[in-house]
Structure formats: structure tokens, C-alpha cells
């Protein structure tokens, strides 16, 4: 029995990491033939042909998708395109409720890809979520002072969640409680997409700005 158990468990982590990932396109590609099925759907009756069967709907939403992301890439080569983006920023960041959602995940997207203003280029140790717990967070803000009185000293850290880091929480602590870590950021998110299988190699990372 001890023989059999260790070939299932082997067996299961073996196969684990390629049934999660195929669950996360299944997920992405039904959504992608949710968004693009009534317009396809539409045009299909409106030219005679029926309603299309679930295949070609399949078939044409992937294809619509690859030209979408063909476009969009080709706009942004240009002062056309980005233009074209930055309107559509604009309108989105004006319709209410949405400016806030659209908004955030801009922001954040932004600032962990690029360390934009500084945030998100510092990633530190954090007690978290209780005493005795710790986790890996990036400094997202220095001198909290507009939250709270004697904020000053308080700093303002990123949680990120696995497996999706664009998930987390935010969380006020006070600087000295912080500890610093000679990993990137990248190798931070790299740690939280894995679930902590996969460990930050603190060779040749840069020490974080302090």
C-alpha cells in the first residue's frame, strides 16, 4: 500500500501542473467564444447560413481574437493607435463605477511591470496574515500620514496572491517591522505564481532600493 499511495501522489504532482493549465485556457478560450458567439451568431443569420454550430463558433473566436491582438499591437506602432488608446483610457476612466475597476488594474498591472513612480521596485518580508507568518510583499508606498495620525512611519505593502498576482491585498506597517530581501521583482512574482515552489535565487539580483 505505502508503494501504491507514493506512485499516486507522484503520479498526481506530475500531471497537476498540465490539468491546471489546461483548465486555465479552457477557461480564457470559453470566454473568449462567450464574448464573440452573438456577434458571429448575428452575422451567421443575417447572411442565411443558420445558426453556426458550437466548432465554428470556436474556430471563429480564436481566429477573431488572434486579429484583435494583431490590430491592437499594429495600432500601438503608431502615433495613430496610441492615441486611439489613450481616448479609450480617457472614456473608460470616466463612466462611473468602471473608472475604478479599469483603473485599478492599469495601475497595478503598470506599476508591477514597470516600477512606474517608484512603486513595486522594492520587494520586502511582511508579517502576514498573523504574528509568526511571513510572506513576500513589494513596497507599493512610503509615509501612509493621509490614513491614519503618526502614519509617517507607516509604509503601504502589496500582497500579492497565488496563482494570479494582480489579486492581493494592501496592507499599512509600520517601516520597522519590514524587512528587506536581495530578490527582484520578478523573481517575487515568479514565487507567488508558483505557489512558493519556486524559489528567488538571490545571485545576481539587485539589492532593493531603500
Not at 62 to 81: E, P, S, Y
Not at 110 to 137: C, D, M, R, Y
Not at 165 to 189: D, W
Request: with cysteine; proline share 9%; charged share 10%.
Amino acid at each position: 500500500m505505502p508503494v501504491i499511495r507514493r506512485y499516486l501522489v507522484t503520479g498526481l504532482f506530475t500531471l497537476l501542473p498540465l490539468v491546471v493549465t489546461l483548465w486555465l485556457l479552457k477557461s480564457i478560450f470559453n470566454t473568449l467564444v462567450g464574448i464573440f458567439a452573438p456577434p458571429l451568431t448575428w452575422i451567421s443569420l443575417r447572411v442565411g447560413l443558420g445558426q453556426p454550430p458550437y466548432w465554428e463558433l470556436a474556430f471563429f473566436s480564436a481566429l477573431a481574437t488572434l486579429l484583435l491582438l494583431f490590430l491592437v499591437g499594429l495600432l500601438m506602432g503608431n502615433f495613430v493607435g496610441r492615441q486611439l488608446l489613450y481616448w479609450l483610457d480617457e472614456l473608460m476612466l470616466h463612466v462611473p463605477v468602471v473608472k475604478a475597476i479599469y483603473g485599478s488594474i492599469k495601475q497595478l498591472l503598470n506599476a508591477i511591470q514597470s516600477g512606474q513612480g517608484g512603486s513595486f521596485k522594492e520587494v520586502v518580508l511582511v508579517e502576514w496574515p498573523h504574528s509568526g507568518s511571513w510572506t513576500l510583499g513589494f513596497v507599493a508606498r512610503r509615509d501612509c500620514a493621509w490614513a491614519m495620525e503618526g502614519g509617517e512611519g507607516m509604509v503601504a505593502v502589496y500582497i500579492p496572491t497565488a496563482p494570479n498576482p494582480t489579486s492581493g491585498y494592501v496592507v499599512m506597517v509600520a517601516g520597522e517591522r519590514l524587512k528587506p530581501v536581495p530578490y527582484s521583482p520578478e523573481q517575487a512574482l515568479t514565487w507567488a505564481v508558483s505557489g512558493g515552489v519556486v524559489a528567488p535565487d538571490p545571485k545576481g539580483a539587485p539589492s532593493p532600493d531603500r
